[in-house]
């Protein structure tokens, strides 16, 4: 399969350059920065572009891509309902190009989500500790309160976790996100860390996801090169591209 | 839900019989013993009755049950091929009533092994560490060399886990269970407990179940005794039940 | 050494004339309960009698014990300020005689707040995560709240553990005990767990206590059983028969 | 105080002086490598060098500091019996210099271990769990068997751990070092991390070590400039420096 990178000088794009270059079943065309023509995706015969560049360059780099025909894998954040809406129609004249926009593509983030929204229902407690570098402005993280609504919304029609908590000093209990509890942890050595804590009688499941360095993207992103072209339209996360 | 209890003087029975009647949505009818008539199930207007009781005795009871029409939820062990077809015969001429036959009620044990099931294909790595007391005869414990047999499988065609070892101490490296590394750690203080680690580029996953005491089985009975009814015929185990 | 017990018909009593009846080196003598003569114990000429009874009951009992020159092990709570004076003054006619009076016996309790003290000095980075069922009325527990006082105290003169939260949802970042933040995570199927997390440039430490059942306290008992002896006059807390 | 770097262009010894140049009560004179004459150390009026630098280089820059009434702070391996001895001469005859050799800066690791030294005679069970990335090429780590003899040293005179395993795989229960079962994890994701645990009656204790990135050894580099100084002559290893 032969892959190209826009934005191949960015710290993102060059570590995806990389991982491209190391597998033995993805080859690397060629990598597009800012002032360099798209059409070079063409005359390399490129078949699926990555894209991790800015909300302002992106739309018509998928624009070109989708109406050139190529696949895309899209890590730039900012897409709105309206930026969505726009894909969308621009698919609908190319049935067969295939985009993947994803805002998380570290798969264990990702199935840890999953499987907190599958276990949610079936035990009578649930909390969430994520613990994160202190130099994070935001407590609780947005991963963490996300994992917290999917599961209070997993867990609609079933009792509150129980909890005889009377006397105590505020803030020990979380954050209450949902009617899920939510600590937050801020250590320096550490990177960015969440547990979720499942219990019922007797037993306990935890679900821990560690990300150790800021590469944990790869691993997504090569799932999503290698299989977005099965998912002709437009798919957003990376859920559906593991049978998720 | 009218609920009884075979083997009800047994250690687990009564655990049972205690939750049944814990639970206001279930109301205990009664419980039967060796010697007592299995009759007393139909006289007291019994829709579901629970099993925990001896390879002995089991078959006869599932043939009354079936008979009289009467739902189960069966935790006793020795169930043969033979033994299955046997049920599964008996329950064609009774298309209305429903068997569940399940090796492991513990909630947290089914979903941790389910997610190894699920998580397996998307890491390069992963290995198994499973903590019990030091009672326990066999190394590995047989959950764990069941969840490394369904992790090998869902990973076929993939790649070993990557290791470098190339100089060591007999043992370091745990037991090899069809590819996938087994670590059993004995130690006094621990009930059963274990860990499935997933790692790729930067992040790793961890699914972690703690059994703390030996009534960890409860749960999964009560979710067996209210859903067994939906699911006409035999089940084997509690996943389906649990719409895994 | 012959051992008698005190409170001996009691939950804990009986637990800890188990534990004596198994060790090789101990001989249980006598157990005494409401209503029996104390004189038992010199009749059996028992060396170290183990107190596990009530406030009301613990002083008499120890003036006695001092009196007939009887080492006494003592786990019942309630010792104000004018208690231990009294029992000083009591062993003062007494130099030969040892008590010893502990809070808490679980080993692994005190060890893990001993080793927070060491450690709290050398780490920019402190928080406290205790876990327990959720029938517990107090939010931090009473161990939480002690260790971070504890830590606070090694930490004097040092900056605070860094912290650049700027927006949030009220709790998440814990309760605040004396500068330390604690987090009280309250989970059907847990017992009593504490984990103390310290961080720095790049590493962390982690010192966890897991409490699985309520008979923890035992080997703590022995231990004080063991070498009260070597300890003449009143000691508080097992730490120091633990050499720290 | 004023400090230089030896190897100051090499990755270790940059990671130094950016550290120091961070730390208010610190000020980095001079950076020295290979070519460099060792005089600009004198020039700079240095208080302190840092060596980090290659078994061939060290013995003559400890020479030439120690003359010159510079203390060290020494990370350079291969110091062997031989070499220590020719160290303690030269420093006979400048009894205010002071030398700091140390195998391991990583405060953390050092107080696991003197924490699991600590802990091991109180405890019935002890194991170690070490976990890697799968680059590594030996199992055991050299600090995981190096920390399990050092445990057994402690429980000399004590029964081993209890351990009922009579049927199994080869290498489930580890490795044997000492007595102490020790298990090594390799896995994608991981960097460095040790758990040691303690077990007894109805309680564990674990004490768990993480080294998220290579620069682990910074801390206590600084803690070694900043207190090598109250130590003259010659001191192995940091805990001395750590009161330990």
Known sequence: MRVGVLGAKGKVGATIVDAIEAADDLTFTVGVD?????????????????????????????????GAGINAVVGTTGFTDQRIAQVRSWLADQPDV????????????????????QAARFFESVEIIELHHPHKADAPSGTAARTARLVADARKGL???????STG????????????RVHSVRLAGLVAHQEILFGTQGETLTIRHDSMDRTSFVPGVLLGVRNVGDHPGLTIGIEPLMGL
């Open 98 to 117: 295939a985009v993947l926009i994803a805002p998380n593509f570290a798969i264990g983030a990702v199935l840890s989500m999953e499987f907190a929204r």
């Open 159 to 165: 009792p509150p976790s129980p909890d005889a908590t």
């Open 34 to 66: 800012a002032g360099d023509p798209l059409t070079l995706f063409i005359d390399s015969q490129t078949e699926v572009v990555v894209d991790f560049t800015h909300p302002d360059a992106v739309m018509a780099n998928l624009e070109f891509l989708i």
């Open 169 to 180: 000093i505020d803030g020990a209990r979380g954050a209450d996100v949902d009617g899920v």
